[in-house]
């Protein structure tokens, strides 16, 4: 069901994204400012990270080979934009980006993922990001031909019987017979075109020709690891288990969304798309390694985290720079910029291994959030808290708004628990929000008074007797 705000306006012009080569770290620390609170120095060190490709790129060959990327360590407690600031940066600069859990891997031997899966992660998003681009370039070709396709199928050619064919004799002043079909058929084509684009043909069943994989269901495990071989089976055996064609009746509307899928996998050279998916992989690619404090410490030779060593001496070779067997071929590890980051509360990172310290020679510490940032975070970024939750009403036509001593009280509040119980940084504001709006959000629908506003006193009747009580205050927010 799709509901229209009232009074709809027209979505004004996306601001034009200036080009990735062209961004200073002045400007890129000013675009991570735009999501961002704070964090000046991380968004430093990142800003200047990310300008050194842009410089490795316009050097000679040999010397751009041996210009390494200087990895990140981020330091700083949970919930102060350590993966945002990772995150944004890579959607800014266009590089295929993942973000993994180092706890999630395990020593070779172990139950769990091996630590070259991550390489793996990333190619595959590169190519997806390059078929996508690929995708919007034939978009157009793709549409011309599916709605070619579609009016075929609402109005298939037919033959013309041998005494309209073009070698029968004209009758002198009568236009040929042939000429005078083909012009009716060409009318009635357009006809059913514009009603096409118009979308009156769009509940209209027609009968389509697709192609079905009939694949048995099968895995090989190996030493590879199954996400790496099972797929080339598959690919090898495909011929044998056939792309068999079937006849399908569906919509108009399903069928033009069939047809241009179809057209845009003719058009898209999936060869074309690995190779460069590999380059800007293997040149411009970021692996953020989360929660990289959890594999520190040295070994206690016993229990669940006896391989926790293990795990880091695995990573080691992936930052320092190896080639790694994919499905794609093989992926050097050498120009990947690696962006590792941990709350280190148990743990400091002289706990790491040497080799992987020497590693990541970049350290940036993330200072914890204060009430005046919580403030900011509320009401600055572009993707606000509060502007997220006035847009989520206003689909009911509610209108919310909130005062500046209310959006103060909650950044108080969010402080207070913080510092009562777990201190979670600024993902404690996603709670007590929730909890605040919460009969709001439930009464919205029915509610006839439609403008509401939030005032401190709002706030304090709503979340005061919870943050009083601790026990309560646990399992609430």
Excluded: W
């Amino acid at each position: 069901m799709v509901i229209y705000l009232p009074g709809e306006q027209r979505e004004p012009e996306p601001e034009p994204q200036p080009s990735f080569d062209e961004l200073t770290p002045r400007e890129i620390v000013a675009e991570l400012d735009k999501y961002i609170v704070g964090q000046a120095a991380a968004k430093r060190a990142v800003a200047v990270a990310l300008r050194n490709r842009v410089r490795r790129q316009k050097l000679a060959p040999e010397l751009a080979e041996e210009i390494l990327p200087k990895n990140i360590l981020m330091i700083g407690p949970t919930g102060v934009g350590k993966t945002e600031i990772a995150r944004r940066l890579a959607r800014l600069a266009g590089c295929p980006f993942i973000k993994v859990e180092a706890s999630k891997y395990t020593e070779v031997g172990y139950v769990g993922r091996d630590v070259e899966s991550m390489v793996r992660d990333l190619v595959e998003t590169s190519i997806d990001m390059i078929r996508e681009e690929k995708l919007d370039e034939v978009a157009e070709r793709a549409d011309q031909t599916a709605e070619e396709r579609v009016l075929d199928l609402l109005l298939p050619p037919s033959p013309l019987p041998s005494s309209l064919t073009p070698d029968a004799p004209l009758t002198p002043g009568i236009a040929p017979a042939d000429t005078l079909r083909r012009e009716t058929s060409d009318r009635t084509r357009e006809k059913l075109r514009a009603q096409l684009r118009e979308g009156k043909l769009d509940q209209r069943m027609v009968e389509v020709e697709v192609r079905e994989r009939a694949m048995p269901s099968f895995e090989i495990i190996t030493n590879q690891g199954a996400e790496e071989m099972d797929v080339n089976v598959k690919d090898m055996l495909s011929g044998l288990f056939g792309q068999q064609k079937k006849k399908r009746k569906m919509t108009v509307a399903d069928a033009f969304e069939y047809l241009i899928q179809e057209e845009e996998n003719k058009l898209i050279d999936m060869d074309q798309v690995t190779r460069a998916a590999v380059e800007r992989a293997e040149q411009m690619g970021i692996i953020f390694i989360d929660e990289i404090d959890k594999v520190a410490g040295r070994e206690t030779g016993h229990g669940p985290d006896v391989s926790r060593e293990g795990v880091q001496r695995d990573i080691l070779p992936i930052v320092e720079g190896t080639t790694v067997n994919t499905r794609y071929g093989m992926i050097r590890t050498d120009h990947i910029l690696f962006i590792a980051a941990g709350a280190f509360h148990v743990t400091k990172p002289s706990d790491l291994i040497p080799e992987l310290q020497g590693r990541l020679p970049i350290r940036v510490e993330l200072s914890p959030l204060r009430e005046e940032d919580f403030v900011r975070i509320l009401t600055e970024p572009k993707n606000a808290l509060l502007k997220q939750y006035i847009a989520l009403l206003e689909t009911e036509g509610v209108k919310l708004s909130f005062t500046d001593d209310a959006v103060a009280a909650v950044a108080r509040f969010a402080v207070q628990v913080n510092e009562q119980t777990e201190n979670i940084g600024a993902r404690r504001l996603h709670t007590i929000l929730e909890r605040l709006l919460d009969e709001i959000s439930f009464e919205a629908p029915e509610l006839k008074k439609k403008n509401v506003k939030v005032d401190g006193a709002y706030v304090s009747k709503q979340l005061a007797e919870i943050v009083k009580n601790q026990d309560l205050s646990r399992y609430i927010l």
